[in-house]
């Protein structure tokens, strides 16, 4: 089994900053992609950003130049720093590995259970 471990979240003003962090844990023989989701109430989840094994990043276009996303490989851990937090960057945040265990053949996507964000005065 593969464990997807956040934590990080919390409450915080705008303008503020916050570090998400997700271990991933389990008989996991290799990461490919690590990211980033987000999913507001009433919205559609969504990829706030993401990292290859090889370092290559993706973001969406409304935290490009506040988030940082970086990873670990030795610790199969994913880390999300968010800068400049908006009231719209409120959402449930979740982690997402897609890896291949050492027991089955071919990728699998995993999730975590998410962590509260919320950016308010």
């Known amino acids: 089994q593969v464990q997807l471990v956040e934590s990080g979240g919390g409450l915080v003003q705008p303008g503020g900053s916050l570090r998400l962090s997700c271990a991933a844990s389990?008989?996991?023989?290799?990461?490919?992609?690590m990211g980033w989701y987000r999913q507001a109430p009433g919205k559609e989840r969504e990829l706030v950003a993401r990292?290859?094994?090889?370092?290559?990043?993706n973001y969406t276009d409304s935290v490009k130049g506040r988030f940082t996303i970086s990873r670990d490989n030795a610790k199969n851990t994913v880390y999300l720093q968010m800068n400049s937090l908006k009231p719209e960057d409120t959402a449930v945040y979740y982690c997402h590995a897609y890896l291949i265990l050492y027991y089955k053949s071919g990728y699998s996507n995993y999730w975590g259970q998410g962590t509260q964000v919320t950016v308010s005065p």
């Open positions: 990292i290859t094994s090889g370092g290559r990043t």
């Open positions: 389990g008989s996991i023989f290799s990461i490919n992609v």
